[in-house]
């Protein structure tokens, strides 16, 4: 739905996560145990203990939010930290339980289906809004950014498959691989708008002299 918002509009970013935001507030209040919801609880977490949900599932909304506000639409970033989240993890979960049999020598929690399957979904999700963002002239879309894409993906992939991840969350593991190693990739091949200064917006700044501005009237 990004695509929708209009380039002039310097709220976007803020406004696009809106409903993941109000999720993390929900999951805040439950995790913590002033709100109780045994739907949530069991619908979200492992062994049906509500702190659970401050650290998986936060992380994964927190992720989602974050990436949208600090690199939005004009940063290739964001589709690799988004999709090798959501489609490679994703994925990474369900081919793992289901074909999973031979394990990874260095993590016995993971496997080499799963690692296999979260670098393919995470690249070919990559490449596909790649060239969806494409026609819209958000970002580019060229061979170079293909390769770009699964360099990332193949990190995120092993980053996800050790077992610091396991301790960690790799929802929380998977997102920080793919910033650091797509601002190094994409900045080496000459991507420019890896952050917020992206060139369809005013920059968060603008957000700020406005409220300031607005305020000393």
Known sequence: MWPLFSSD???APFLAPLIIILNIIKLT???LGVVKDDGVVNSMTRHGDYRELLK???YYACALTLTTIIFWRASPISIAVICNLCAG????DIVGRRFGHAKLPHNPEKSYAGSIAMFLAGFIASVLYMCYFNIFGFVEKSWTMDVAFGVISLVAAVVESLPISTRLDDNLTVPLASVLVGGLVFYFI???N???MS???SSISAIVE???GGSSK
């Not at 993890?89 to 990474?92: K, L, P, W």
């Open 190 to 192: 000459g991507v420019g």
């Open 210 to 212: 406005m409220v300031f």
């Open 56 to 58: 998986g599932p936060l």
């Open 9 to 11: 509009d310097v709220y």
């Open 194 to 196: 890896l952050c917020c």
């Open 89 to 92: 993890d994703g994925v990474a």
């Open 29 to 31: 209040v439950i995790g």
């Open 199 to 201: 060139s369809d917006r």
